[in-house]
Nanobody, 118 residues
Framework: QVQLVESGGGLVQAGGSLRLSCAASGRTFSRYRLGWFRQAPGKEREFVAV????????SYADSVKGRFTISRDNVKNTVYLQMNSLKAEDTAVYYCALDIDGRAYDYWGQGTQVTVSS
């Protein structure tokens, strides 16, 4: 069993910064990529950022390029999402997800709320 636990969400003013963490634990010995997704009320879940576990290759949604940075700590089994220059449109529940085999995201966290006030 694999568990993903997000933390770091909260209320922040527009233009501010926040860092989300996703700690992975449980019975897994292979990791391909870790992704961040978000879902705002009334909207579909959307891709935010992804990083490969071993190589550290990253990719971002156009809406967050230049503002968000995804990183990982292989020792701590933790993935981070540094969010800068936050906008009201960034308000959403943020989820981390783990893709073990490179085919699909197998495990998801419960999400952490990020609210950006204007």
């Amino acid at each position: 069993q694999v568990q993903l636990v997000e933390s770091g969400g909260g209320l922040v003013q527009a233009g501010g910064s926040l860092r989300l963490s996703c700690a992975a634990s449980g019975r897994t010995f292979s990791r391909y990529r870790l992704g961040w997704f978000r879902q705002a009320p009334g909207k579909e879940r959307e891709f935010v950022a992804v990083i490969t576990w071993s190589g550290g290759r990253t990719s971002y949604a156009d809406s967050v390029k230049g503002r968000f940075t995804i990183s990982r700590d292989n020792v701590k089994n933790t993935v981070y999402l540094q969010m800068n220059s936050l906008k009201a449109e960034d308000t959403a529940v943020y989820y981390c997800a783990l893709d073990i085999d490179g085919r699909a995201y197998d495990y998801w966290g419960q999400g952490t709320q990020v609210t950006v006030s204007s």
